[in-house]
């Protein structure tokens, strides 16, 4: 059974940073594509960032270039998504999404917000200003 679980988000003004964490367990497929989304309150989701397992090839959305970063951890089993220089246009619940296989994209696919193939829980990421 898969299982995507995240941590790290919480509370923090504006200009601090989080670090937050995707977990995966059970995956029998070594090519995915996996994504962070956030949905805002009365917001429609959103796509962030993304990685490619394959290649590594990140995307990112405009407004978190250069503030955010991705990575994978091979050995943990874990994506983060490092976040530094947040705003309060950054609150919401984030979560992370897989799609098997391998893809390239010019922007964020937007499979991994309406057609994934799993979803974890959230973590909610509240920045004050």
């Known amino acids: 059974e898969v299982q995507l679980v995240e941590s790290g988000g919480g509370l923090v003004q504006a200009g601090g940073s989080l670090r937050l964490s995707c977990a995966h367990s059970?995956?029998?497929?070594?090519?995915?594509?996996i994504g962070w989304i956030r949905q805002a309150p009365g917001k429609e989701r959103e796509g962030v960032s993304c990685?490619?397992?394959?290649?590594?090839?990140?995307y990112y959305e405009d407004s978190v270039k250069g503030r955010f970063t991705i990575s994978i951890d091979n050995a943990e089993n874990t994506v983060y998504l490092q976040m530094n220089s947040l705003k309060p246009d950054d609150t919401a619940v984030y979560y992370c999404?897989?799609?098997?296989?391998?893809?390239?994209?010019?922007?964020?696919?937007?499979?991994?917000?309406?057609?994934?193939?799993?979803w974890g829980q959230g973590t909610q990421v509240t920045v004050s200003s």
């Open positions: 999404s897989v799609t098997k296989g391998h893809y390239n994209y010019s922007g964020f696919p937007a499979f991994l917000i309406y057609d994934y193939d799993y």
């Open positions: 059970g995956f029998t497929f070594d090519d995915y594509i």
């Open positions: 990685i490619s397992s394959r290649d590594g090839s990140t």
